[in-house]
């Protein structure tokens, strides 16, 4: 009994040993095998790690990239519109505009002279279609510092109804109109606080100052015909573009602003006869013979005051060294003498829409002698502008010529045929103006004009000149001139800005 108990707890022990072995041998198995699953786990771990490093070095590379070309875009400039209703484009840090003015009227004129005693070809009224003051242009500017800019510009008139070439008004102002930058061209800097200081060619301070006042501006009735001429004809000297000048223009200062050019002659040549350096015709804007009104130096100087309702200016300029055939006792002698002016011009804008211009000039020619002093004179200019409605205008214009000391020693033909005689004469001159004007918009408008230009006996006026594409002056069919003719015409016409 005794050993079959002990038998039997022997073969227990045994089996049971042997399932505890089985069993640790199990659990050993399972350990293995979640252990090789771990390890498979950060093996798969230091793939995916290894996968980001790999995507992240690859993006990292990519805003390298960019920001490269970012940085290489920085510094190359940028083009780019700006909103409105302009032409104007950003280039990087400057700004460029594209800018033009379109004026072609249809037109009827006579020079009066289908009665005058010995004039030649079709005098009387004749119909012509007019390009006036048309031009194109670019300007633009570049801040250098917080307070001043590089500034630049150039303008050519553009022939919208003519051949492109010298003027049809030789030989008085035969200047090459219609090359690339003939008109108000320049370079130069230009500050917030002290003004620009500009180099090129310009409309003198001395026309600018009263360029507002005139409504019939570049029309067959532009103020011009008597303001700024100093003896008729079509060349308007006192209302001059000046070519190689230098000129500053202040900033506004409570609504005061003043502006200062000089140009010098650039002349070497005995009285001025020749050509200025590096200039297609003379100082006065004729060619061929220099030996009437080309001048050297020039200075040119004005003030203005704008508060909205009032504009008021004043203005001198100085001719020196001008010479004048006929302008001395010598017959055939060039007389030299300094030649100046000087005016003053306001403007009002009433509530009731109307706006009122006037201006007064003096003219003086240091003259070597008086009796032949066709130069020196007063000159006025009223103007009226109504509104009658937002986009239409009345406007009315008045211009006196006075009499001048003398007549030169080459006397014009009068209407009876006869010689005009030296000396004091009778050469003062009105001219009557009478507009309408009617605006699509601000950009696109029509007009019509009608202008009558009265000559004393011995005067010679003309209409047209300084901005008119064609004038109508006292010379007959022929190119013989005569004096106190009565110039008239009627105009048609259309602008369009952009």
């Known amino acids: 009994m005794f050993k079959a108990r002990t038998l039997a707890l022997a073969c227990a022990a045994v089996f049971a040993g042997q399932s505890g072995l089985a069993l640790a041998e199990s659990k050993t198995d399972q350990m293995k095998a979640q252990i090789d699953a771990l390890q498979r786990q950060i093996d798969s771990m230091k793939s995916s790690l290894s996968d980001v490093k790999t995507e992240q070095s690859s993006q990292q590379a990519s805003l390298n990239k960019v920001s490269a070309a970012q940085a290489k875009q920085a510094e190359s400039p940028s083009v780019s519109m700006v909103p409105g209703d302009d032409l104007i484009f950003q280039v990087g840090k400057a700004r460029v505009q594209i800018y033009g003015h379109v004026d072609v009227s249809l037109d009827s004129m006579t020079n009066g002279l289908s009665g005058a005693v010995g004039a030649k070809g079709s005098n009387g009224w004749m119909g012509d279609v007019s390009s006036n003051l048309s031009f194109f242009g670019m300007r633009g500017s570049r801040p250098l510092t917080d307070d001043l800019s590089g500034v630049f510009q150039f303008e050519s008139e553009v022939a919208y109804a003519s051949t492109p070439g010298t003027s049809d008004k030789a030989p008085d102002t035969a200047a090459q109109k219609f090359g690339l930058g003939g008109r108000n061209s320049f370079v130069g800097l230009q500050s917030k606080a002290a003004g620009a200081v500009k180099l090129g060619k310009t409309d003198t301070p001395y026309k600018l100052s009263t360029a507002r006042l005139d409504p019939f501006a570049s029309t067959v009735g532009d103020y011009n015909s008597i303001m700024g001429n100093t003896g008729g004809d079509t060349r308007t000297e006192f209302d001059a573009r000046m070519s190689h000048s230098i000129w500053y223009e202040s900033p506004k200062f409570n609504g005061v602003q003043v502006s200062a050019l000089y140009s010098p002659g650039q002349n070497r040549s005995t009285d001025g006869l020749r050509y200025p350096?590096?200039?297609?015709?003379?100082?006065?804007?004729?060619?061929?013979?220099?030996?009437?009104?080309?001048?050297?130096?020039?200075?040119?100087?004005?003030?203005?005051?704008?508060?909205?309702?009032?504009?008021?200016?004043?203005?001198?300029?100085?001719?020196?060294?001008?010479?004048?055939?006929?302008?001395?006792?010598?017959?055939?002698?060039?007389?030299?003498?300094?030649?100046?002016?000087?005016?003053?011009?306001?403007?009002?804008?009433?509530?009731?829409?109307?706006?009122?211009?006037?201006?007064?000039?003096?003219?003086?020619?240091?003259?070597?002698?008086?009796?032949?002093?066709?130069?020196?004179?007063?000159?006025?200019?009223?103007?009226?502008?109504?509104?009658?409605?937002?986009?239409?205008?009345?406007?009315?214009?008045?211009?006196?010529?006075?009499?001048?000391?003398?007549?030169?020693?080459?006397?014009?033909?009068?209407?009876?045929?006869?010689?005009?005689?030296?000396?004091?004469?009778?050469?003062?001159?009105?001219?009557?103006?009478?507009?309408?004007?009617?605006?699509?918009?601000?950009?696109?408008?029509?007009?019509?004009?009608?202008?009558?230009?009265?000559?004393?006996?011995?005067?010679?006026?003309?209409?047209?000149?300084?901005?008119?594409?064609?004038?109508?002056?006292?010379?007959?069919?022929?190119?013989?001139?005569?004096?106190?003719?009565?110039?008239?015409?009627?105009?048609?016409?259309?602008?369009?800005?952009?």
């Open 277 to 498: 350096m590096g200039e297609p015709s003379c100082a006065g804007g004729n060619t061929g013979d220099c030996g009437d009104g080309a001048w050297k130096d020039a200075y040119s100087l004005a003030a203005t005051y704008d508060n909205g309702s009032l504009y008021a200016t004043a203005a001198y300029e100085m001719h020196k060294n001008v010479n004048r055939s006929g302008d001395d006792n010598a017959p055939g002698s060039v007389g030299i003498a300094n030649e100046d002016a000087w005016k003053l011009g306001a403007q009002y804008k009433f509530t009731s829409r109307t706006i009122l211009n006037a201006v007064f000039e003096k003219l003086k020619r240091s003259a070597i002698t008086t009796a032949e002093d066709e130069r020196s004179r007063n000159g006025t200019w009223l103007a009226l502008t109504q509104y009658i409605t937002d986009k239409d205008a009345l406007n009315f214009g008045w211009a006196h010529a006075g009499r001048t000391p003398g007549q030169p020693v080459s006397g014009l033909v009068l209407m009876n045929g006869q010689a005009a005689p030296v000396g004091a004469s009778d050469n003062a001159a009105n001219m009557f103006d009478i507009g309408y004007k009617h605006w699509f918009d601000k950009k696109t408008t029509v007009y019509a004009v009608y202008s009558q230009l009265n000559n004393g006996t011995n005067a010679h006026y003309a209409l047209g000149p300084g901005g008119h594409g064609i004038a109508t002056r006292n010379q007959d069919g022929d190119g013989n001139v005569f004096e106190g003719n009565r110039v008239k015409a009627f105009s048609v016409g259309m602008t369009y800005d952009f």
